[in-house]
């Protein structure tokens, strides 16, 4: 019943723009902590971007000053504005909701701990 799913994904050429959505259903998004995870083919999945209730947020030193997460609890979503994506972006991205958390560096480290996990929406950069 309770859910995470994204949306928004796609393929798009480098220096493209793509928005993903992470909605969620059966719950309330306000008082956690949503946190943005990719995986690439063969490697680990990794920490992009997280937000916490408190409207803090933290990126991965590889997508800051280009993506921006944000939320809107009107809507119950999350965002992540994804702008001069480049070919190494290309990944599954996963939303994750981690409660009464909040959204520090070290979030971005681990998966543990996540309350819900979205199942994953493929984002390709290719020319």
């Known amino acids: 019943q309770s859910q995470l799913v994204e949306s928004g994904g796609g393929l798009v050429q480098p220096g493209g723009t793509l928005r993903l959505s992470c909605a969620a259903s059966?719950?309330?998004?306000?008082?956690?902590?949503v946190a943005w995870f990719r995986q690439a083919p063969g490697k680990e999945r990794e920490g992009v971007s997280c937000?916490?209730?408190?409207?803090?947020?933290n990126y991965a030193n590889s997508v800051k000053g280009r993506f921006t997460i944000s939320r809107d609890n009107a809507e119950n979503t999350v965002y992540l504005q994804m702008n001069s994506l480049k070919p190494d972006d290309t990944a599954v991205y996963y939303c994750?909701?981690?409660?009464?958390?909040?959204?520090?560096?070290?979030?971005?480290?681990?998966?543990?701990?996540?309350?819900?996990w979205g199942q994953g929406i493929q984002v390709t950069v290719s020319s």
């Open positions: 059966g719950f309330t998004l306000d008082h956690y902590a």
């Open positions: 937000v916490d209730d408190t409207g803090k947020t």
């Open positions: 994750a909701a981690d409660w009464a958390n909040f959204c520090y560096e070290e979030t971005l480290a681990t998966t543990d701990g996540y309350d819900y």
